[in-house]
């Protein structure tokens, strides 16, 4: 069964660092794209980036080019979505989705989110 | 590329046929999907490629259309079929937004 585990929610003041992950099972982790999709309270999903964990290919959204770091351990199956200095702005609820085998796909399996507050 | 959902909003009743519509700002052949999300749940993947219909999706939805303007109908709505749905363009892996989303509600 195809399955990506997100870490737990959580709380950081402004201007603190902050790296979540999503661990895959049930399937080649290294053979498909891993996105990361952002929702803010009550708003829609915007596209981050994503990579490819085969070769570390990663592309990001010129809206969040800068802004944040996707990575991927490909030993232990498991992407990261990390920043280095959090604003209050960066309150969320984060998914990973994994992209399917070709662009035609779409994200087919999602993780169950991860609630980053940022607040003083 | 944006994506644009009509309506925003919409108010239906238990079997009714529905029809969301996505326009895209420029031509995106069918490389097109669309999602349903409940409140408090990840985004589940109920169509690809503008008409596939994803495994375990029910046949009362589908897809159609291509270029810029395209459509999710629900054939008889089901009290689990109340819930925000969202289209996205797949044709690039980094620019593949997503539209605003068409909260679909009870009458």
């Known amino acids: 069964e195809v399955q990506l585990v997100q870490s737990g929610a959580e709380v950081k003041k402004p201007g603190e660092s902050l790296k979540i992950s999503c661990k895959g099972s049930?399937?080649?982790?290294?053979?498909?794209?891993i996105g990361w999709v952002r929702q803010m309270p009550g708003r829609g999903l915007e596209w981050m980036g994503i990579?490819?964990?085969?070769?570390?290919?990663?592309r990001y959204s010129p809206s969040f080019q800068g802004q944040v770091t996707i990575s991927a351990d490909k030993s232990i199956s498991t992407a990261y979505l990390q920043w280095s200095s959090l604003k209050a702005s960066d309150t969320a609820m984060y998914y990973c989705?994994?992209?399917?085998?070709?662009?035609?796909?779409?994200?087919?399996?999602w993780g169950q989110g991860t609630l980053v507050t940022v607040s003083s | 590329i944006q994506l644009t959902q009509s309506p925003s909003f919409l108010s239906a009743s238990i079997g009714d046929r529905v029809t969301i519509t996505c326009r895209a700002s420029?031509?995106?052949?069918?490389?097109l999907a669309w999602y349903q999300q409940k409140p408090g749940k990840a985004p589940k993947l109920l169509i690809y490629?503008?008409?596939a219909l994803q495994s375990g999706v029910p046949s009362r939805f589908s897809g159609s259309g291509s270029g810029t303007e395209f459509t999710l109908t629900i054939s008889s709505l089901q009290p689990e079929d109340f819930a925000t749905y969202y289209c996205?363009?797949?044709?690039?892996?980094?620019?593949?937004?997503f539209g605003q989303g068409t909260k679909l509600e009870i009458k």
């Open positions: 420029q031509g995106i052949s069918n490389y």
């Open positions: 049930g399937y080649s982790f290294t053979s498909y794209w």
């Open positions: 996205q363009h797949l044709n690039s892996y980094t620019l593949c937004s």
């Open positions: 989705a994994r992209r399917g085998p070709d662009l035609l796909t779409g994200s087919d399996f």
């Open positions: 490629a503008t008409s």
């Open positions: 990579i490819y964990p085969g070769d570390s290919d990663t």
